[in-house]
């Protein structure tokens, strides 16, 4: 089965700084989602990435797949206390044939002091 | 953005009893739809996957007896833990696929405590 490593674990920020969170699969991935999560609350969709070297970005928000589809990593340019959250990243299992079964990472949680 | 919505948020209910949950996609249809359980601090784990008009699939280790799924249309399917013991106390989180852009949302969640 497909694992995910999400690193680091746990990040705290001041206000305004840049962050990156990676995850790394065992498999290549086909399909990989990245979601935010506020503790006992749902998941808020974030960006979903197919393609090797594919970059989406949603307001401060970039996501890539590098090319070798196995590490994709979501970066946050001047962060601001709204970011802070459980990010988690989830991929398609079974070589995108699951139509959404996500095996998912163990969640990096955020803090952004002010 | 689509949205999966689910009802109740949280509820409490005695050991012995059962509990239902709803999953509704609201502004789509949804052939297949997939429950997880969170435990506290922990990532999610895929417990089945709702199939419309057909018997679900279960994962490994997933009790079919106690967790029911029911896909009876193509925007809900429900998840109804059957005779509950504080054990099944978890979050539980449905998500579906927007058939358009293949993205995946998820509900809001289901906190369930079995006293």
């Known amino acids: 089965s497909q694992e995910l490593e999400q690193s680091p674990q746990s990040l705290i920020v001041q206000e305004g700084k840049n962050l990156t969170i990676n995850c790394t699969s065992s498999k290549t991935l086909y399909g990989l989602y990245w979601y935010k999560q506020k503790y006992g609350e749902g998941l808020i969709f974030l960006m979903m990435l197919q393609k090797g070297g594919e970059e989406k970005s949603h307001e401060k928000i970039t996501a890539k797949l590098d090319e070798k589809k196995q590490q994709s990593s979501l970066h946050i340019t001047a962060s601001q206390p709204s970011h802070a959250g459980i990010y988690l990243c989830g991929a398609d ?19 952004v002091h002010p | 953005g689509a949205v999966v919505s689910q009802h109740p948020s949280r509820v409490i ?5 059962s509990v239902k949950i709803e999953c509704r996609s609201l502004d789509f249809q949804a052939t297949t739809m ?4 969170q435990f506290p601090k922990k990532s999610l ?5 709702s199939n419309e008009g057909s018997k679900a699939t279960y994962e490994q280790g997933v009790e079919k007896d106690k967790f029911l799924i029911n896909h009876a249309s193509l925007t809900l399917s429900t998840l109804t ?9 978890s ?7 927007f058939p358009h852009t293949g993205e ?5 969640g289901s906190r369930l405590t079995v006293l």
């Open chain 1, 93 to 111: 299992d079974a070589g995108g044939t699951s139509y959404g079964k996500l095996t998912f990472g163990q969640g990096t949680i955020l803090t």
């Open chain 2, 13 to 17: 209910c005695k050991s012995g009893t």
């Open chain 2, 34 to 37: 997939f429950w997880y359980r």
């Open chain 2, 45 to 49: 784990m895929l417990m089945a996957t």
């Open chain 2, 81 to 89: 833990v059957t005779s509950a013991h504080p054990e099944d106390s």
């Open chain 2, 91 to 97: 979050f539980y989180i449905c998500s579906a696929r």
């Open chain 2, 104 to 108: 995946l949302f998820f509900g809001e």
